[in-house]
């Protein structure tokens, strides 16, 4: 008779993976596969969600160019107030992009400090620049998705905003991106209103999500 093959049991190969991922800040080296993923993932979450000319416009070649910038202005930096992390598969290879920062003060753009309360758009509610930190980009490669790394890269940028004395992260989205609202919501984010966002000369509408940093970085130390 022949046995009949274990399944594997499903929470036990859930822990596995989630112990396997690994996040850890992003390396010059780096440059050329985030630009790949950024790409990929982009143009995969993006499409029929912004313009066309934005999805068309991106290639790996330019994409990586911008990273490698950014990884070097990183490295010179000293205390930076912003950071990039990497999340590798089991080949050590990178499958997710993280990038976060302090909020800016008021005069300097309209991230953090341009929320839009969604009941009263009149009335902008003003976030504290030395309170608040954002995530400013995350994405994780359609084939790595739902596998712990979108939630370990924003653990990662909470603990580097948290010793820098941040209290509040914020999250803003494309409002009509519901998958990766589903996921800022199940990681405990509260919806705190609306803000306009423009890229590349296109206005549109992102959704804002806040999470008190204590009380978040308080889940990881008990998962
Ligand atoms: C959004 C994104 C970063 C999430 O990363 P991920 O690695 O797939 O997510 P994780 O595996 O860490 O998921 C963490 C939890 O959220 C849940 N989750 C993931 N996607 C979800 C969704 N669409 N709706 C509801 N829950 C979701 C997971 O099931 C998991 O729950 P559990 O572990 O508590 O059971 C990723 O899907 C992505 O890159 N999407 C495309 C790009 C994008 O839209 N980025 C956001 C731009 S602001």
Known sequence: MTETPRRPDREAVRVDLVKTACVRPGRIEDAARMGAVFVETYRAAHRGQVPDDLIECRTPEQSARGWERALRELAATTDPDWCIYVAQDEREQVVGIAVGRLARPP??????????????????????????????????????????????????????????????????????????????????????????????????????YAWDLDRLLDTVSVQ
Do not use: C, K
Not at 123 to 142: A, I, K, M, R, S
Not at 165 to 170: E, T, Y
């Open 107 to 208: 005069h300097d753009g309209a991230d953090a400090n341009d929320v839009r309360d969604g009941r009263s758009p009149d009335h902008p509610t003003t976030p504290d620049p030395l309170g608040d930190g954002e995530v400013n980009l995350l994405y994780v490669q359609p084939a790595h998705q739902g596998r712990g790394h979108g939630r370990h890269l924003v653990h990662a940028v909470a603990r580097f905003l948290a010793a820098r004395g941040v209290q509040r992260l914020v999250i803003g989205v494309l409002a009509i991106n519901a998958p990766a609202r589903g996921f800022y919501e199940r990681i405990g984010g509260r919806l705190i209103g609306y803000r306009p966002y423009e890229e590349d000369g296109h206005v549109m509408e992102e959704a804002v």
